[in-house]
């Protein structure tokens, strides 16, 4: 596969040049705290609330679970949703997407889009990069480099793969395409190129690599089925939510198994080579299994029985789908979700 200089040279080959019309600044209307010592993992969730339902916070965590410690609190003062961070590779900023109450009615619903902001944590800054209305659904920041991929709405409504820089600079579109959606973007270690989930109009997803707007290699073809997940974009069969191994020759991500487990379906973690082989499953059985993350210490990732009652929880497992751990372990009815290994200190 014909390799980049990194995600920064596609700012020249293929994208639409420009900033992002609203960059604010900076403000602390929203307090962070830093990232703790020790931590290595980032990830959503609601543990704090007294009930179950509840907005998402960012936490971190040490790997064993312990020193589970809240570093956002947007919900204090307004309807807020943290749902998803994305950390630099300096431990110290996140790309946040962030759902805010964005139409004044007083809940969260999907009318008020999700934003894009970047967070200083041990400041307790921040400054917007994208703003609600675009709808951001996906976010990674390049292992090397200050530049984040993100996702949003983009030709003929779809969702479509973008860059830009961490200050809000050079905003393009890498994908531009009005029939198809890209979704889910995660940059390989080196930040030459990253892997997504691609949905034609099967509404199948199938995990693809992008090296260019005009070089995107399939990877999976998807899975048995045909039904759709209700109130979500995916398709029993589908693959999406892929992230690389550590040394960038293997990805993992979650195929959709069935429908069912209180509507949030049962999904399987899978591993598999770049270049199509070595298809395994490493997590199977009737739950819901959210995205995971592949870092030296193992992959991540949430796992969900709500069709039983049973809580919410982030399960660390070996490449190989053995030596299981929970780390972390929330009661019914709460939300863990988006784990991400933070760089070691």
Known sequence: MARLRG???????????????????FGNSNPTLPIRPGSSLLFAGNGFAARGGSPRELFSAEETGASVSRLTFCSNSRPCDIAEGAPAPDRNRVAIRRITDSDSDGRLTAADGASLVVANMSRSEESTLILPGEVVTAVDWSPVSDILVFVATGEGGLEDMWRIDSTGQNRGNLTQTALVAERRPRI????????????DETGKGQIYIYVSSVNQVQVTTGGPGTERLAGTPYVVGGDTDPDYSPDGTSIVFRRLTGTGNGGLGTWDIMTVRSDGTALTSIATGPAFRGAPDWGPLGIVFPEIDRGTGGGARLVLVAPDGSGRRTPV????????SHPRWLVAE
């Open 188 to 199: 390989d270690p080196s930040g030459a190129v990253a892997v997504f989930e691609r949905v």
């Open 329 to 336: 372990t929330l009661g019914p009815a709460f939300d863990l």
């Open 7 to 25: 995600l920064a040279a596609l700012a020249l080959a293929s994208l639409v040049p420009g900033c992002s019309s609203e960059y604010p600044g």
